[in-house]
């Protein structure tokens, strides 16, 4: 069995430097809209407890594949200037310059595109950019990384109030959470004696597997499977001897953008060679951001998996 669903311009930029650099060429950047804070919305508080003014917001960087696709959501798509690596929806954000890895994040780079607003996931790195990033003029908003409905709502509300689209979050989020719940409910029909042990990996050369407190579990957990890595926490390697022990029925892994991981490159693994999984050669590739990002989108990553785990319901 093998699920397969959905499947820009690069700038890269050295690593932060001196922050005294930084700071005036911030505020270069900035001096021509000074005066930015008289069209200031109200002040939100974000992901780190910081209170922050958006501002005009008419110029924004996005970091981190669920925040670019809840601005779009939104109807901000042609405010981005600029989004990470990792956002790759809507197709139209190819078009936009692409920052790298949000967890790898330049300071200059990211003035360099003169943004009066930064939508950041709460874990964009490194740390030493992002105590940079807090101390410049540009207001910078950290979004919650939460791996429920409820996050997401959170998410959507703290987005919308930096936009100044309060009445367009509520929208946006009625009808997310409504979708959520009826993909979830779906899952929720599967009977404990015929949920499936599935265990998602990042890839194939370490087999790093998600346990607890992961996207990747919730999404399981949500679909009606069973992750029996869910006695770690976050991503751990997991041995030959684990794998047996574990003995999933179904593997889960990210499409790498060429067509794989096939079956024959999965259970061609010593490691998953001996799994229940690769009797039935049961694998299931679902595009990374589309599974993991918990977004607008979560709802049909849920029935998309439930449906490639119990395809007769």
């Known amino acids: 069995m093998i699920g397969r669903v959905g499947e820009g311009k690069r700038i890269c930029w050295s690593q932060p430097g001196r922050i005294a650099a930084v700071l005036l060429l911030a505020l270069s950047v900035l001096a021509p809209s000074c005066g930015f804070k008289a069209l200031a919305a109200e002040t939100v508080v974000d992901a780190l407890g910081r209170s922050v003014v958006p501002g005009a917001a008419t110029r924004i960087v996005t970091l981190g594949s669920d925040v670019t696709e809840i601005a779009h959501a939104l109807g901000a798509g042609e405010r981005i200037v600029a989004v990470d690596r990792g956002s790759k929806y809507p197709p139209d954000v190819a078009q936009k310059p692409n920052v ?31 105590e940079v990033l807090k101390s410049l003029a540009i207001p910078i908003v950290f979004v919650p990384q939460d791996n429920t409905p409820q996050g997401i709502e959170r998410k959507i509300t703290l987005i919308a ?8 979050g509520k929208a946006v989020s009625a009808e997310v959470l409504t979708a959520f719940q009826a993909a979830a409910d779906l899952a929720s029909k599967i009977p404990p004696e015929r949920r499936k042990k599935v265990v998602f990996f990042h890839g ?7 346990g ?12 009606g499977g069973l992750n029996p890595m869910d006695v770690v926490q976050g991503y751990k390697a997991a041995s030959e001897e684990k794998l047996v022990e574990m003995a999933p029925d179904v593997i889960l892994m990210m499409s790498d953008g060429k067509g794989g991981p096939t079956p024959e ?4 693994n010593r490691a998953l060679a001996a799994t229940p999984a690769a009797a039935n050669k049961a694998l299931v590739v679902l595009d990374g951001a589309y599974m993991i990002g918990f977004g607008p989108r979560t709802s049909d990553a849920i029935r998309d998996l439930a449906k490639a785990l119990y395809p007769k319901g």
Do not use: H, N, W
């Open 100 to 130: 790298g890895y949000r967890r790898q994040l330049s300071v200059e780079g990211l003035v360099s595109l003169r943004p009066d607003l930064i939508l950041a996931a709460e874990d964009s790195g490194p740390p030493e950019a992002v």
């Open 161 to 168: 109030a930096s936009l100044g689209l309060e009445d367009k």
């Open 204 to 210: 194939l050369v370490k087999l790093s597997a998600a």
């Open 212 to 223: 607890a407190g992961t996207s990747a579990d919730a999404i399981i957990r949500y679909a």
């Open 265 to 268: 490159q999965v259970f061609g």
